[in-house]
């Protein structure tokens, strides 16, 4: 009864309140959106200058989708002048390769395919010399299988399945932090713990209350991903959902939690850097084996961490709930310590 | 009849600083009783114990034969506190409402509890409008409406004539002494204001967490010897020291 009266309460303030309803149900949306494409962006096809190069080398370059223009005299400010990537040069019968370097990972996929062009084209030259007769040259391309994947994933896809449940963690931890933090600020949860209401039920009707909204925005956010923006997922949708349900759970405790120790709206924003942004990084962005041992100690208490293992899991992976049941009970306990800790925090404004 | 409210040798202290020191007080059924000091006495400390939401230290309090704190017991409790704790994206009606719903009330004893409480205090005519349209005075009242929601037997309001014009003010405490003599509510009122110390039947200063003087204002100010309530607090806070 309490608890009812409570969330009809919630539920008429978050209506009454539009900026924060968008905030909740369109930016997560807007921010993926813009993800997306900036992530799928077509990659821009280098541009290389040669003097002096072998046409056959040349040839070799140009079918590996690389942009040439020839030079015959060529100064130190070519590269800069004619704004290439790349400048290879003959002199005295060595290649000499110039990389602008303004983008390294430019860089560094067109030196791969310098090289790779020269040491072909002097392996051709070699087999020339040493035979006369014409010998069938073995078949150099590999096969290559894949196990996740194809050969057409790209990072984005690795990626999204994480930011579909950041998204949600964040947005879900924000509105429900500031949400308590105002009825804090504004004496009305002394005022609600003056009336025979426990502070279990508080606590309960909290979660209920903005735990609609989260569901609501976790459906949106996972059903927008997929079918609009038409992210890998591999696995079932079912199975995203109930990850990111439990996660937003997590948040929901976890923001009503942080806001026990935030004494303004200001406070609460400073939780962000502390709280939020280090999970990105454990979430399975960087690999967590590369990762120092006391890092990797780290990422084991980030909710985050597991969310990020669960979804790739299963939208990359394909796995099945019964894959990742290890990671979906580490989220459960996360949310059962953070709603412990609420209601014992509550004893701060009433000792019963 | 065991009084109302019964505070036995009550310590408090945050921390290292005590804030309340062997305080007692004996409010019998349908008393009006002030408690007077300035700012940062104890006197919402002594009023936050008494509804059960601070613990003393040392010594007990009964509030209607019942250890405090205790959670059913705030059931009979109206707590109105110093800051206007309202809903304010919400209409008043909305608020009165939603507090009547965390009370033990049936929907026929509510609907009747929110008419009664929007009545005495005049805000009938608003309810259907947004709290944050309300005036500040509107707003101190519907506070009042509110902690008296669920007819409660005890009424403990902090500060409740604070930053009110005068004329509010006068219809607050025509409101109270209408409760008190014709409902026998028993009803405790918080406030620094030494005109208002007269209105109450029974005064206790409360000073450095300590209670310097009690008794109804005429024998306080025969004590004292002087006409004027102001005198009497500073003669009181001498005689301590």
Known sequence: ?352 | MNPTIQVEQVSKSFGKKPVLNDINLTIPKGQLFGLIGPSGAGKTTLVKMIVGMEKSDKGSINVLDTKMPNLALLQEIGYMAQSDALYVELTGEENLKFFASLYKLSKAEQKKRIEYAAGLVNLTDDLKKRVSAYSGGMKRRLSLAIALIQDPKILILDEPTVGIDPELKLSIWAELLHLKNNEDKTIIVTTHVMDEAEKCDVVAMVRDGKIIASGSPKELKNLFNTDDFDEVFLRAGVQQT
């Open chain 1, 1 to 352: 009864m309490r608890i009812l009266a409570l969330i009809k309460r919630i539920c008429q303030q978050m209506f009454r309140d539009k900026r924060t309803l968008a905030l909740l149900f369109v930016a997560p949306l807007l921010i993926l959106t813009l993800m997306y494409f900036l992530f799928n962006g077509n990659t821009v096809n280098p541009k290389l200058g040669v003097s002096k190069v072998d046409s056959q080398i040349v040839k070799v370059l140009k079918d590996s989708k690389i942009k040439v223009k020839q030079y015959d005299n060529v100064t130190k400010n070519t590269v800069v002048k004619d704004n290439l990537d790349g400048l290879l040069q003959m002199d005295n019968g060595k290649y000499k390769l110039t990389l602008k370097n303004a983008d390294p990972t430019t860089a560094k996929a067109l030196q791969l395919r310098v090289n790779q062009a020269v040491a072909s084209f002097a392996q051709a030259n070699l087999l020339k010399q040493l035979v006369t007769a014409p010998v069938s040259l073995p078949n150099k391309s590999i096969e290559t299988k894949y196990v996740y994947g194809n050969k057409d994933t790209v990072f984005f896809d690795v990626l999204s399945p994480i930011l579909v449940g950041f998204f949600v963690f964040f947005f879900v931890f924000i509105i429900s932090g500031i949400g308590l933090l105002r009825e804090r600020t504004t004496g009305t949860l002394e005022r609600l713990l003056s009336t025979p209401i426990r502070r279990v039920e508080i606590v309960t009707s909290y979660l209920v209350g903005y735990g609609i909204f989260a569901v609501i925005q976790t459906l949106i956010v996972v059903f927008y991903a997929i079918k609009v923006l038409d992210i890998v997922l591999v696995g079932s949708i079912w199975s995203v959902v109930v990850i990111n349900l439990l996660l937003a759970l997590v948040a929901l405790s976890l923001g009503i939690l942080l806001s026990t120790f935030a004494a303004s709206e200001f406070q609460m924003i400073q939780f962000i850097p502390i709280a939020v942004i280090p999970q990105i990084f454990f979430a399975g962005i960087f690999p967590l084996e590369g990762m120092a041992d006391w890092l990797q100690a780290v990422a084991k208490i980030m909710p985050m961490y597991y969310a990020g293992d669960a979804l790739k899991g299963v939208m990359y992976k394909g796995m099945s709930l019964g894959d990742i049941s290890g990671d979906l009970l580490a989220l459960f306990i996360f949310a059962v310590l953070f709603v412990v800790l609420n209601i014992l925090a509550l004893k701060k404004y009433r000792k019963l």
